[in-house]
């Protein structure tokens, strides 16, 4: 079946570094959507990439979906405390309603300040 | 304000019970899914729903059961079959369209045995 991955699971950084993330499919995808989810919390939304090679900003954070769309990336500038939690992706490999979406295990981010 | 309501927030279950878990939205989405989010395992989808009275299994449905007899409810029902129910149980819900919209997550439930 599809597989979504995200390695390393934790990843700690001093406050003011930068970070980077990927996720790796191991099928092409449809549209990737990454999710945040603060430590008790429940996962949010952040953003959804569908084109090959879409880049897309948030502020400090910047999403991008591979040429062969098969992998995606999360870099955040300048990590705040305000960052800590674990951040998803999660990929649906067809584009239509009747297409799951299959989470990664996440990575779960700490920032020493 | 809209949202989804997860209840009840910490369930204890005893050996050879079921338990219910209760999920509502009114953002008036079609769709409803349940997730079970294990330590290290992220997200594993249980059951999902894309309209009124029908649903579909997910990845890891056995030991589980659902219903939806009404567009903002979507129970989760663990039942005895289930081995190893002790996890956080997340709920979730989208707009049900021709492209891919984006989950809203309820507060979960945490489930453990007694």
């Known amino acids: 079946g599809q597989q979504v991955m995200q390695i390393p699971q934790y990843q700690h950084v001093q406050e003011g570094e930068d970070f980077t993330t990927y996720c790796n499919s191991s099928?092409?995808?449809?549209?990737i959507q990454w999710y945040k989810q603060r430590p008790g919390g429940h996962p949010v939304f952040l953003i959804q990439l569908v084109k090959s090679g879409e880049v897309k900003k948030q502020k400090r954070l910047t999403f991008q979906f591979g040429e062969a769309k098969k992998n995606s990336s999360l870099h955040i500038t300048a990590t705040q405390t305000t960052d800590v939690g674990t951040y998803f992706c999660a990929g649906q490999r067809y584009r239509g309603a009747n297409s799951k979406l299959t989470f990664g295990k996440g990575i779960t981010l700490s920032v020493r300040p | 304000d809209g949202g989804i309501t997860q209840s009840p927030k910490y369930l204890f279950r005893k050996e050879g019970q079921n338990v219910t878990l209760s999920c509502e939205q009114n953002l008036n989405h079609d769709a409803m899914y349940w997730y079970r989010q294990d330590p290290g395992q992220g997200l594993r989808l249980i059951y999902y729903s894309q309209i009124v009275n029908d649903f579909q299994k997910g990845d890891i449905a056995e030991g589980y059961s659902v219903s939806r007899e009404k567009k903002e409810s979507f129970p989760l029902t663990v039942t005895s079959a289930q081995k190893n129910p002790t996890a956080f149980y997340l709920c979730a819900s989208s707009i049900f369209r021709v492209s891919n919209q984006p989950q809203h997550f309820g507060d979960g439930t945490r489930l453990s045995i007694l």
């Open positions: 099928t092409t995808l449809s549209n």
